[in-house]
């Protein structure tokens, strides 16, 4: 069942309220969840005790900045989503399909089976190049007379994907011992985030303003070529300066949580049924929904069987691939 979309201004502010509102709650909630469960009002408390409890080491020390890197990323990974659909003009649009997640997972492939003595800041110097590599890739053979059709852009960046991905499964094949850390890095997760891989994602977020001050480029460029000509936009330049904000966002959001799939089609799309197609509105609403997504899907994969867990991308993919394969129907039936 789709949501109404409100039409007024202050009606979309606030949802945005009523969202970073619910962010802070089950933020609050999922930090209490795990091997030892903390209640809500115990965390608030321990949030701000500097006693040296077991509750606050165990919240500030390891589930705090597991649950800021959770949020960040989520962010990071839908409105790189919400970016791309813009320019794309396509709802099914999301950061794999520009070769982000494919670059990114083979060069991290690369790193951990291939060079195993390698420091461990490399793996997400890795993935970052990695996703720009396949992002480039995906421009250069998407191009024509100096052009970047949309629709080249999605398929061109299907297929480049599906060619990287079938490089991964081959190193993979090749090196059957110790490809644990590189499946757990596929599949996407929070696990092992600490203080350090916060400070390396924080500088990041100043994109987030960046990809709004888009928002009307983006509005525009959702008309057909000859409308975004004729009001005045340079066509080429402009996809190129949005999907290069959009692709920074997404390999950022990969180093932190490794290729987590579906955030960026899930959150961008349910922002567009909550609040409409106006970007101003979208990209933030997208932002809450997407840190909203990760951090349940990382809460519940503590939760259902601890000690053991479920990877975040795992959850996320379930909840995803059917909802993906439903777009698809609708957007079959529209056509």
């Known amino acids: 069942m789709l949501i109404a979309r409100p039409k007024k201004p202050l009606a979309r502010a606030t949802i945005i309220g009523l969202l970073l509102l619910i962010t802070v709650i089950c933020s609050i909630v999922s930090i209490g969840i795990g091997a030892i469960r903390i209640a809500p009002l115990e965390v608030i408390t321990a949030l701000f005790d500097s006693s040296g409890s077991l509750n606050a080491r165990i919240i500030q020390e390891l589930r705090l900045p597991r649950i800021l890197v959770a949020l960040i990323c989520g962010a990071l990974f839908a409105v790189s989503g919400a970016v791309l659909q813009g320019v794309v003009r396509n709802p099914l649009a999301s950061p794999d399909l520009v070769g982000v997640g494919a670059g990114a997972g ?4 690369i790193t951990l089976i291939l060079l195993p003595s390698a420091p461990s800041w490399f793996l997400p110097v890795g993935a970052f190049i990695g996703a720009w590599l396949g992002f480039a890739l995906v421009l250069l053979l998407a191009q024509k007379n100096n052009e970047i059709a949309p629709v080249r852009v999605a398929l061109i960046g299907i297929a ?15 090196a059957p011992d110790d490809i644990g850390r590189a ?11 600490d203080w350090s891989r916060v400070e390396r994602l924080l500088p990041w977020l100043a994109l987030l303003p960046v990809a709004w001050f888009l928002a009307y480029k983006l509005d525009v460029l959702a008309f057909s070529d000859d409308v975004a000509s004729g009001l005045g936009m340079r066509l080429m330049l402009a996809r190129v300066v949005c999907m290069s904000v959009a692709v920074a966002l997404a390999a950022a959001a990969v180093t932190g949580v490794g290729v987590l799939g579906f955030v960026g089609l899930l959150a961008p799309h349910a922002a ?15 932002g809450l929904l997407g840190a909203i997504l990760v951090v349940c899907a990382d809460a519940l994969g503590r939760g259902l069987i601890p000690p053991i867990e479920v990877p975040a991308g795992i959850l996320t993919t379930l909840i995803g691939a059917p909802y993906f394969l439903f777009l698809m129907r609708q957007q079959g039936r529209i056509s």
């Open 160 to 174: 480049v994907g599906a060619a990287l991905g079938a490089v991964q499964q081959l190193i993979l094949v090749r």
């Open 272 to 286: 567009r049924l909550l609040v409409g197609s106006s970007h101003v509105f979208l990209i933030p609403t997208s």
């Open 183 to 193: 499946l757990t890095f596929l599949a996407g997760t929070v696990y092992g985030a």
């Open 106 to 109: 083979v060069f991290a492939v």
